[in-house]
């Protein structure tokens, strides 16, 4: 069964940098046939895409983000990484990270399914 | 970027009643879009993808339709456990989005 975990630092400063990792279990990170992805969502608020990427390291990022973000992938750890810098009080949240696709069907199809529990971070001195 | 407009903001219902939920988007997105049901404190789940494709072992009183920049979310018969909050999402193209969320409570 297809398990996500996210996992890294709950309180980040200001200007400083977010960095969380999320390690899948039960399926090869490495498959053809999905993407991997984060989405965010503020406290009371909605969701919030925030990029994904292949296992290859080829990714798609939200412009809202501008170059504040980097998705990387690791398929020897069956680990992405997801690194947000610069942040500010609007980047306190919710991060999830989610399997995205399916790549195999014409055409592509982008679904999140399943998703991580969910972790929360906080920006604040 | 598309935007992603449901309606209405939050519902609520008796058990038993038929629901439903609208989104609108703000170009044709075709057929390319998701719903997703999220309980308290929990992470969301998709339903239903592809507009209308309910997703292997969702109760079949879920269903979607819709296409173009039109689709309706419906729940036949509303149970107690299907309080939560609803997104619709596009992939029609890039950023993917969200609607704002349908929030639905029981009576």
């Known amino acids: 069964q297809l398990q996500l975990q996210e996992s890294g630092p709950g309180l980040v400063k200001p200007s400083e940098t977010l960095s969380l990792s999320c390690t899948v279990s039960?399926?090869?990170?490495?498959?053809?046939?999905?993407?991997w992805g984060w989405i965010r969502q503020p406290p009371g608020k909605g969701l919030e895409w925030i990029g994904t990427?292949?296992?290859?390291?080829?990714?798609n990022y939200n412009p809202s983000f501008k170059s504040r973000v980097t998705i990387s992938v690791d398929p020897s750890k069956n680990q992405f990484s997801l690194k947000l810098i610069s942040v500010t009080a609007a980047d306190t949240a919710m991060y999830y990270c989610?399997?995205?696709?399916?790549?195999?069907?014409?055409?592509?199809?982008?679904?999140?399914?399943?998703w991580g529990q969910g972790t929360l971070v906080t920006v604040s001195s | 970027d598309i935007q992603m407009t449901q309606s209405p903001s939050s519902l609520s219902a008796s058990v038993g009643d038929r629901v439903t939920i609208t989104c609108r988007a703000s170009?044709?997105?075709?057929?390319?879009l998701n719903w997703y049901q999220q309980k308290s404190g929990k992470a969301p789940k998709l339903l239903i993808y592809?507009?209308?494709n309910l997703k292997t072992g969702v109760p079949s009183r879920f269903s979607g339709s819709g296409s173009g920049t039109e689709f309706i979310f419906t729940i036949s018969s509303l149970q107690p456990e299907d309080i939560g909050t609803y997104y619709c999402?596009?992939?029609?193209?890039?950023?993917?989005?969200f609607g704002q969320g349908t929030k639905l409570e029981i009576k």
């Open positions: 999402q596009q992939y029609d193209d890039l950023p993917y989005t």
């Open positions: 990427i292949y296992y290859s390291g080829s990714t």
């Open positions: 039960g399926a090869p990170i490495s498959s053809s046939s999905y993407y």
């Open positions: 592809d507009t209308s």
């Open positions: 170009q044709d997105i075709r057929q390319y």
């Open positions: 989610a399997r995205v696709g399916d790549l195999v069907v014409v055409p592509p199809a982008i679904r999140f399914d399943p």
